[in-house]
């Protein structure tokens, strides 16, 4: 009794501290959203600044964007970023695993801007690839090149290129922990390495690997720089859409910004559930 | 453990005190002299686009000195857009702080409206300020209007601008030209992305005059529908060249910052800003060609005045109009107009100022590779009124990026 009422104490501040900002900000943007701003000169209780925007197909149809890039953005992480920390516990190469292990390290704290120039600099029209074909005589002129990162490519592109090593960051730890045992019986019973990983790996760090999907969906739905500079004029994130509400200099803009920083919150909230879930069973399917 | 929550306490009443004391409004001020013995020694900070290297070397540097030099007064520069501090202020308003953060703003047009509107700035002041008051034709139409919103005090100008084009090759000289260009060499030519980039809403809302041929009705009331109807032309012409633009028209860049990127890196022929001197400033630096020039359309670009505003809740606002006042003196709008400066129009009335000034805007204008203030003039277009510029973002968004 005595230490749980301890830990209580002890987590009161910071959870003080979380409930105030968020809880704070929460009820500010909700109340606003509602349209109650009285030192702008709003005071009325109104739902129209939602139905505005749930009427609008433009709105729905760049949520759904954003929703389709963040999953397969994640999707994607998860899958590549399990396999190769699968293959990395599996590697007796010490040197180059330290070697892998660092440059992952460097991945996850380079920002998600450098990482999109990181792109640029390598695959725009301009860039070193579309550069050394052409000096290689493999394209006539950097205009044949093709535009790779202006779009959804590009955007899944640095998504996954950042997503990959958070994943295997996560995932890594729990494998190494996972007793060399298990492999070494289901090895004298003729299992092979895709089996080692379906059967053993897979079922003991899912719970790892669907937390770190969990996280970048989460960020991914609602990050905009990365769509902000490479998304297409006619396929925009709904972020994308939020930030340039929230930049315009109408101040009837206002109330409305704020209804779709809700709706986008609401939808973050449903989707990430309904993402661990789906991927749970998937991965659960699998291991099967 | 109580030890932390004491602190915790300290901290929060700390927070709370914060917001206390209000600054004076600064209509409180009838005399200069009591400006100067309020402001002298303070810190200003500005916030203030901080896109251009050149402009931010000028602040940081000679204006910088001269206001230590002259008052003491420490000079903040804040890299920053208009949105973003306009949002900011807002969000301040909202929250009700009566001191902020931020003591000047560079600001103008559809900024100014919604702050004005908003009461984000304060005012009125501009009878205080001795350079204006000395040095500037008051007649002006953009003394008293900026953008067809009536200034009334609440903003001091600080110069003119004008959208000026930059391309090595042979450059299209009017919208029509534009158009053909883009399909001679599809993929060479775009412009930044409506609706946040200043320059492309310029870019975008200069095309009105060619294609509409019309020219002072902008300045006049429009109904939406009136000013929809006109705007046909404008928005064919703009759908009819989106695919022949760099990727296809379906990306635009999201910024000035990034045409110009791509203009240094040869992907696109032709690049534009609002800073008349800044090609000649790249060519001398070696970061473009020296064949590389800048322009205007024969049909015209339109002109821009850009102006300061003081934040509603700025903490030194005597010491910002000491700032406003140096900014508008004809010894610092020289020194910006300089081609290696930033090449930035001034703002004041050359039959006013001394005989050594004007001898200074004459041996710039003999520079080589200059546009001269005449040749601008000739070609200059009016500035709209503020609500129509909200009105092409919208019209832009409807027609091109659905």
Redesign the interface.
């Known amino acids: 009794m005595d230490r749980k009422y301890r830990k209580i104490?002890?987590l009161l501040?910071i959870s003080?501290m979380y409930l105030m900002l968020i809880g704070g900000g929460f009820y500010?943007v909700l109340k606003?959203s509602l349209g109650i701003?009285p030192?702008?000169g709003f005071t009325d209780l109104t739902f129209t600044y939602f139905s505005d925007i749930l009427e609008q197909d433009?709105m729905m149809i760049s949520m759904m964007y954003s929703v389709g890039i963040a999953a397969i953005s994640a999707i994607l992480s998860m899958f590549i970023g399990t396999f190769i920390a699968y293959r990395m516990t599996q590697s007796k190469h010490g040197n180059m695993k330290s070697l892998i292990q660092h440059l992952l390290r460097f991945g996850m704290i380079l920002p998600y801007l450098y990482m999109v120039f990181i792109v640029m600099l390598f695959f725009?029209?301009?860039g070193l690839v579309s550069r050394l074909l052409n000096v290689l005589g493999l394209v006539n002129n950097?205009?044949s090149f093709p535009?790779l990162i202006?779009?959804s490519m590009g955007i899944v592109l640095v998504y996954v290129l950042k997503g990959i090593p958070f994943v295997i960051f996560l995932v890594i730890n729990v494998m190494n922990k996972i007793s060399r045992d298990y492999e070494g019986v289901a090895r004298t019973l003729g299992s092979n390495s895709i089996q080692i990983l379906k059967r053993i790996y897979l079922p003991l760090s899912k719970d790892t690997i669907v937390w770190a999907g969990m996280v970048l969906y989460a960020y991914d739905l609602g990050s905009f720089e990365v769509p902000?500079?490479?998304?297409?004029?006619?396929h925009?994130s709904f972020s994308v859409k939020l930030y340039?509400s929230?930049?315009?200099?109408?101040?009837s803009s206002?109330p409305e910004t704020m209804a779709m920083t809700i709706i986008l919150f609401g939808v973050g909230i449903v989707t990430v559930a309904l993402f661990a879930l789906v991927t749970r069973t998937l991965i659960g399917r699998t291991s099967r | 453990m109580k030890k932390i929550i004491v602190l915790l306490l300290i901290v929060s009443l700390f927070l709370v005190s914060c917001q206390t004391d209000k600054v004076t409004s600064i209509s409180e001020y009838t005399q200069w002299s009591s400006v100067l013995k309020d402001g002298e020694d303070k810190t200003v900070t500005i916030l203030m686009w901080g896109g251009n290297e050149s402009i931010n070397q000028y602040m940081d540097g000679f204006v910088s000195d001269r206001l230590d030099e002259l008052y003491g007064i420490t000079l903040n520069r804040v890299p920053m857009n208009a949105p973003e501090y306009l949002a900011k202020l807002i969000s301040e308003k909202k929250s009700g702080t009566e001191v902020g953060t931020a003591d000047l703003l560079w600001i103008n047009a559809e900024n100014f409206r919604t702050a004005k509107e908003g009461l984000l700035i304060d005012g009125p002041y501009t009878e205080l300020l001795p350079n204006l008051n000395t040095y500037y034709d008051l007649d002006a139409s953009d003394l008293s209007y900026d953008s067809g919103v009536p200034i009334e005090g609440y903003e001091g100008i600080w110069g003119r601008a004008q959208l000026v084009f930059t391309a090595d090759s042979e450059a299209p000289m009017s919208y029509n030209e534009f158009l053909a260009y883009a399909k001679e060499n599809p993929g060479r030519v775009t412009y930044p992305r409506l609706p946040d980039d200043f320059v492309g809403v310029a870019f975008v809302r200069n095309a009105y005059y060619e294609l509409t041929g019309e020219r002072d009705i902008f300045q006049t009331e429009m109904t939406k529908e009136e000013f929809t109807t006109l705007s046909e032309p404008v928005m064919s012409y703009f759908k009819e060249l989106s695919p022949y633009l760099w990727n296809e028209g379906k990306a635009y860049p999201s910024a000035q910052a990034q045409l110009d990127e791509l203009f240094k890196n040869g992907e696109v022929d032709l690049t534009m800003g609002f800073e008349i001197g800044k090609t000649a400033g790249l060519i001398a630096s070696g970061v473009y060609e020296p064949t590389v020039k800048s322009f205007v359309f024969d049909t015209g670009t339109i002109g821009n005045s850009h102006y300061l505003a003081v934040p509603y809740n700025a903490p030194e606002k005597a010491a910002a109009l000491i700032v406003m006042d140096f900014l508008q003196s004809p010894e610092a709008q020289i020194e910006k107009m300089k081609s290696e400066v930033w090449g930035d129009m001034p703002a004041f009335d050359v039959s006013k100022v001394d005989a050594s000034i004007l001898d200074t805007l004459k041996t710039i204008e003999s520079q080589p590779g200059t546009l001269t203030l005449e040749d601008l003039t000739a070609k200059r277009n009016p500035e709209m009124k503020a609500i129509y510029i909200e009105w092409i973002k919208e019209l832009w968004i409807e027609n091109i990026a659905k």
């Not at chain 1, 902000?228 to 006619?234: A, D, F, H, N, T």
């Not at chain 1, 929230?246 to 101040?251: G, K, Q, V």
């Open positions: 104490v002890l501040p003080m500010v606003e701003i030192n702008l433009d725009s029209q301009s950097t205009q535009n202006y779009g902000y500079i490479l998304s297409q004029i006619k925009q340039s929230y930049l315009n200099p109408s101040l206002v």
